[in-house]
Protein backbone atom coordinates (compact mmCIF):
# COMPACT_ATOMS: atom_id res chain seq x y z
CA UNK A 1 0.00 0.00 0.00
CA UNK A 2 1.28 3.71 -1.01
CA UNK A 3 1.08 6.85 0.69
CA UNK A 4 0.64 8.15 4.04
CA UNK A 5 -3.26 6.84 5.67
CA UNK A 6 -5.03 8.00 8.56
CA UNK A 7 -8.08 5.94 9.71
CA UNK A 8 -11.10 7.24 11.34
CA UNK A 9 -14.16 5.62 12.86
CA UNK A 10 -17.14 8.09 13.00
CA UNK A 11 -18.90 7.61 16.30
CA UNK A 12 -22.49 8.81 17.01
CA UNK A 13 -22.47 11.58 19.66
CA UNK A 14 -25.29 12.13 21.99
CA UNK A 15 -27.95 14.26 20.78
CA UNK A 16 -27.36 18.05 22.79
CA UNK A 17 -30.28 18.50 24.18
CA UNK A 18 -30.39 22.26 23.58
CA UNK A 19 -29.07 21.84 19.97
CA UNK A 20 -31.34 18.62 19.38
CA UNK A 21 -28.69 17.61 16.63
CA UNK A 22 -26.55 14.74 16.06
CA UNK A 23 -22.69 15.50 15.94
CA UNK A 24 -20.14 13.23 14.60
CA UNK A 25 -16.67 13.19 15.88
CA UNK A 26 -13.53 11.58 14.39
CA UNK A 27 -12.04 8.65 16.70
CA UNK A 28 -8.79 7.41 15.46
CA UNK A 29 -8.13 3.93 16.38
CA UNK A 30 -5.14 2.68 14.65
CA UNK A 31 -3.30 3.65 11.55
CA UNK A 32 -3.14 1.13 8.98
CA UNK A 33 0.87 2.10 9.22
CA UNK A 34 1.56 0.38 12.69
CA UNK A 35 -0.78 -2.65 11.74
CA UNK A 36 2.20 -5.42 11.36
CA UNK A 37 1.65 -8.58 9.31
CA UNK A 38 3.05 -11.78 10.22
CA UNK A 39 1.88 -15.81 9.53
CA UNK A 40 0.34 -17.71 12.27
CA UNK A 41 2.86 -19.74 15.12
CA UNK A 42 2.07 -22.67 17.49
CA UNK A 43 2.46 -19.70 20.29
CA UNK A 44 -0.84 -17.77 18.65
CA UNK A 45 -2.83 -21.37 19.51
CA UNK A 46 -5.19 -19.61 22.41
CA UNK A 47 -5.28 -15.74 20.85
CA UNK A 48 -6.39 -17.56 17.89
CA UNK A 49 -8.96 -20.05 18.99
CA UNK A 50 -10.40 -17.12 21.24
CA UNK A 51 -10.89 -14.60 18.20
CA UNK A 52 -12.40 -17.18 16.00
CA UNK A 53 -15.02 -18.40 18.73
CA UNK A 54 -15.94 -14.29 19.31
CA UNK A 55 -15.55 -13.89 15.64
CA UNK A 56 -17.32 -17.04 13.51
CA UNK A 57 -20.59 -19.32 13.92
CA UNK A 58 -18.50 -22.09 13.70
CA UNK A 59 -16.80 -24.39 16.48
CA UNK A 60 -13.41 -25.28 14.87
CA UNK A 61 -11.80 -28.77 16.47
CA UNK A 62 -8.50 -27.98 18.37
CA UNK A 63 -6.86 -29.78 15.38
CA UNK A 64 -7.83 -26.74 13.26
CA UNK A 65 -5.67 -24.64 15.17
CA UNK A 66 -2.99 -26.57 15.62
CA UNK A 67 -2.75 -27.22 11.69
CA UNK A 68 -3.15 -23.42 10.63
CA UNK A 69 -0.69 -22.19 13.30
CA UNK A 70 1.74 -25.00 12.58
CA UNK A 71 1.27 -25.98 9.27
CA UNK A 72 2.64 -24.95 6.12
CA UNK A 73 -0.17 -26.14 4.11
CA UNK A 74 -2.64 -22.73 4.92
CA UNK A 75 -1.74 -19.31 4.41
CA UNK A 76 -2.08 -18.19 7.65
CA UNK A 77 -1.45 -14.30 8.41
CA UNK A 78 -2.03 -12.22 11.30
CA UNK A 79 -2.76 -8.51 11.60
CA UNK A 80 -1.14 -7.52 14.72
CA UNK A 81 -1.75 -3.80 16.63
CA UNK A 82 -0.12 -3.11 20.11
CA UNK A 83 1.13 -6.83 19.80
CA UNK A 84 -2.40 -8.00 19.71
CA UNK A 85 -3.40 -9.84 17.02
CA UNK A 86 -6.59 -7.89 15.55
CA UNK A 87 -7.12 -9.58 12.73
CA UNK A 88 -6.21 -12.75 10.30
CA UNK A 89 -7.05 -14.44 7.40
CA UNK A 90 -6.36 -18.71 6.89
CA UNK A 91 -6.47 -19.77 2.69
CA UNK A 92 -5.26 -23.11 1.55
CA UNK A 93 -4.55 -23.58 -2.68
CA UNK A 94 -6.30 -26.61 -3.59
CA UNK A 95 -6.41 -28.25 -6.71
CA UNK A 96 -9.64 -27.80 -8.91
CA UNK A 97 -10.38 -31.47 -8.74
CA UNK A 98 -9.69 -32.09 -5.72
CA UNK A 99 -12.64 -29.48 -4.53
CA UNK A 100 -16.10 -30.44 -3.32
CA UNK A 101 -18.40 -31.45 -6.28
CA UNK A 102 -20.51 -28.49 -4.93
CA UNK A 103 -17.32 -26.20 -4.90
CA UNK A 104 -16.83 -27.39 -8.55
CA UNK A 105 -20.16 -26.48 -9.66
CA UNK A 106 -19.53 -22.90 -8.92
CA UNK A 107 -16.24 -22.24 -11.03
CA UNK A 108 -16.13 -22.64 -14.87
CA UNK A 109 -15.14 -25.75 -16.24
CA UNK A 110 -13.07 -23.97 -18.73
CA UNK A 111 -10.63 -23.03 -16.01
CA UNK A 112 -9.08 -26.87 -16.38
CA UNK A 113 -8.91 -29.44 -14.11
CA UNK A 114 -5.21 -28.84 -14.01
CA UNK A 115 -6.30 -25.58 -12.49
CA UNK A 116 -5.63 -24.51 -8.89
CA UNK A 117 -8.23 -22.67 -6.50
CA UNK A 118 -7.69 -20.16 -3.43
CA UNK A 119 -9.80 -21.02 -0.68
CA UNK A 120 -10.59 -18.65 2.42
CA UNK A 121 -11.04 -20.90 5.29
CA UNK A 122 -11.34 -17.62 7.21
CA UNK A 123 -10.90 -14.07 7.29
CA UNK A 124 -11.81 -12.00 10.70
CA UNK A 125 -10.87 -8.70 12.39
CA UNK A 126 -11.66 -7.80 16.25
CA UNK A 127 -15.08 -5.63 16.28
CA UNK A 128 -12.85 -2.69 17.40
CA UNK A 129 -10.57 -2.40 14.24
CA UNK A 130 -13.43 -3.21 11.38
CA UNK A 131 -13.45 -0.90 8.57
CA UNK A 132 -10.15 0.39 9.07
CA UNK A 133 -8.69 -1.29 5.74
CA UNK A 134 -7.62 -4.39 7.89
CA UNK A 135 -9.92 -7.13 6.11
CA UNK A 136 -8.23 -5.81 3.03
CA UNK A 137 -5.23 -5.26 4.01
CA UNK A 138 -5.28 -9.00 5.08
CA UNK A 139 -7.19 -10.10 1.53
CA UNK A 140 -4.71 -7.88 -0.56
CA UNK A 141 -1.86 -9.83 1.10
CA UNK A 142 -3.59 -13.29 0.21
CA UNK A 143 -3.99 -11.89 -3.80
CA UNK A 144 -1.18 -10.67 -4.20
CA UNK A 145 0.47 -14.28 -2.76
CA UNK A 146 -1.82 -16.23 -4.87
CA UNK A 147 -1.17 -14.43 -8.17
CA UNK A 148 2.56 -14.18 -8.05
CA UNK A 149 4.39 -15.71 -11.34
CA UNK A 150 5.29 -19.16 -9.41
CA UNK A 151 1.74 -19.68 -9.28
CA UNK A 152 0.18 -18.76 -12.90
CA UNK A 153 -1.89 -21.88 -11.90
CA UNK A 154 -4.19 -20.56 -9.42
CA UNK A 155 -7.54 -18.99 -11.21
CA UNK A 156 -9.59 -18.29 -9.10
CA UNK A 157 -10.37 -17.41 -5.32
CA UNK A 158 -13.17 -17.99 -3.79
CA UNK A 159 -15.00 -18.91 0.28
CA UNK A 160 -18.03 -19.46 1.84
CA UNK A 161 -20.02 -16.71 3.81
CA UNK A 162 -23.44 -16.75 5.48
CA UNK A 163 -26.31 -15.57 4.04
CA UNK A 164 -27.19 -13.65 6.98
CA UNK A 165 -23.64 -11.73 7.27
CA UNK A 166 -24.43 -8.78 5.21
CA UNK A 167 -21.20 -6.64 6.25
CA UNK A 168 -18.92 -9.82 5.13
CA UNK A 169 -21.48 -10.38 1.77
CA UNK A 170 -21.22 -6.34 1.52
CA UNK A 171 -17.30 -6.60 1.70
CA UNK A 172 -16.55 -9.06 -0.62
CA UNK A 173 -18.75 -7.58 -3.55
CA UNK A 174 -16.71 -4.48 -2.79
CA UNK A 175 -13.68 -6.07 -3.41
CA UNK A 176 -15.08 -8.77 -6.18
Known amino acids: MAGNFT ?8 QSTTLNATRQS ?16 PDDLNEVRNLCQD ?20 YALAAVYNFAIIGLIVAEIKKFNK ?7 ILPDSMGRK ?17 NGIGSLLLDSLINHLTTAERTSVKAIF ?16 RR
Open 7 to 14: WHNKEKLE
Open 26 to 41: EVPLCSIADVQLRFLC
Open 55 to 74: WFPIDYPLSWYEDITSSSRF
Open 99 to 105: LNKEDRG
Open 115 to 131: SEIGYILSLGVHRKHRR
Open 159 to 174: LHVLSTNQAAILFYEK
